[in-house]
T-cell receptor, first 111, second 114 residues
Framework: AQRVTQPEKLLSVFKGAPVELKCNYS??????LFWYVQYSRQRLQLLLR??SRESIKGFTADLNKGETSFHLKKPFAQEEDSAMYYC?????????????FGTGTQLKVEL | GAVVSQHPSWVICKSGTSVKIECRSL??????MFWYRQFPKQSLMLMAT?????????EQGVEKDKFLINHASLTLSTLTVTSAHPEDSSFYIC??????????FGPGTRLLVL
């Protein structure tokens, strides 16, 4: 079974401070990991995926297979980063590839 | 690009009636779409996988006769909540699989059953 764990429901940081949103996963095969973001009153949108190894809006995430983690990081938080962040794993289950979401972390950037 | 729409954005219905929710990929074709349910302050729960031209695949615990899914074209999937009851009130979100197997999400439909 595939599982994604986001231990923090809420993370509050000051503007300009570093941000790290934690994500751990459990999957027997070779996972594909994503971070999705949901701004207030907007739809869920893809932030980044591990295979792209890119930085979006200053965010990066590195897949650590040894620690089964895919933490999301940003060196300097901005007010517009306040949103709900979901870590998701795409794995083969029940006859097809499916996304399993973590419970989400609400990031609040304070001035 | 890769825009997914849902209609309606919100609906209120009486208990016992059926409600249809549409999910459309506006600028790409999607052989696979997904339907999720999201309860307040909780994560998305996958309900079913909708495949164009074939029967939907439902997750364990999701009643297929309750939540009818039809994926008649490469740009449209519909979810019909049959004989809706107050416990079906929720936020329903669809996604369509596009470029590089990425899921693109619709804005969601809020259903309230009275």
């Amino acid at each position: 079974a595939q599982r994604v764990t986001q231990p923090e429901k809420l993370l509050s940081v000051f503007k300009g401070a570093p941000v790290e949103l934690k994500c751990n996963y459990s999957y027997s095969g070779s996972p594909e990991l994503f971070w999705y973001v949901q701004y207030s009153r907007q739809r869920l949108q893809l932030l980044l995926r591990h295979i792209s190894r890119e930085s979006i809006k200053g965010f990066t995430a590195d897949l650590n297979k040894g620690e089964t983690s895919f933490h999301l990081k940003k060196p300097f938080a901005q007010e517009e980063d306040s949103a709900m962040y979901y870590c998701a794993l795409s794995g083969y289950a029940g006859g097809g590839n499916k996304l399993t979401f973590g419970t989400g972390t609400q990031l609040k950037v304070e001035l | 690009g890769a825009v997914v729409s849902q209609h309606p954005s919100w609906v209120i219905c009486k208990s016992g009636t059926s409600v249809k929710i549409e999910c459309r990929s506006l600028d790409f074709q999607a052989t696979t779409m997904f339907w999720y349910r999201q309860f307040p302050k909780q994560s998305l729960m996958l309900m079913a996988t909708s495949n164009e031209g074939s029967k939907a695949t439902y997750e364990q615990g999701v009643e297929k006769d309750k939540f009818l899914i039809n994926h008649a074209s490469l740009t449209l999937s519909t979810l019909t909540v049959t004989s809706a009851h107050p416990e079906d009130s929720s936020f329903y979100i669809c996604s369509a699989v596009g470029f590089q197997e990425t899921q693109y999400f619709g804005p969601g439909t809020r259903l309230l059953v009275l």
